[in-house]
């Protein structure tokens, strides 16, 4: 049975991204059911796959396994150990850098929600908002710096570490955001310029919903 991943709207749904971005870079196949954001819908039929009535969740069988970096792991195993950097300390590393994503980034992930139908919007930057930028910078110019004769990504190597920082990306188009240096903003053209974006791009395009707490700024 082909895995089932379960995400929101392509637009706004950052946590979905992750997940779908990094099954499609393993080259494992799966189905995907889509619950559209602050609908009966969703909320009708979100708890026949996730027990915390969020998404992304990842259907195996009889297995369902929720939170997104959770669900990077399963799909590495899945491959074979693919997707996370082949020495132990890089591995560990990049494993912080996706976990410092997955719990960190809070006052940058909330002024700005994912939106990618929309672009050069002006919001007021707090002083912790400007501080992720700050962090996102010194991050990928550490990481690049160190790996950038392994490949283009953030450990050489495609890794979950860039999955997780996906939607971060695509956030500086949205909100014109300032701040990052030559090494980092390139390493941002990496992850946005991805042609395996290409298909979540378009089809995030032609959606109609709009869900007004995720429209922030003019
Ligand atoms: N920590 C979770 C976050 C999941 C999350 O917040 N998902 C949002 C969509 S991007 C959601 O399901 N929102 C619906 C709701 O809260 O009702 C993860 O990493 O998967």
Known sequence: MPLTLVIANRNYSSWSLRPWIFLTHLGLPFDEVLLPLDTPEFTARVHEYSPTGRV??????DLVIHESIAILEYASELAGGAGWPGDRATRAVARAVAAEMHAGFSALRNACPMNL???NRKIILTPAV?????RLDALFTAHRSKHHSRGPWLFGEYSAADAMYLPVALRFKTYNLQGLGQIASAYLS???????????MQAALAETQVVAHDEVGE
């Open 56 to 61: 992304p969740a990842l259907v195996d069988g």
């Open 190 to 200: 990496t992850l946005t310029e991805d042609p395996l974006l290409a298909p979540w």
């Open 130 to 134: 400007t501080d992720c930028v700050t």
């Open 117 to 119: 139908r929309a672009s």
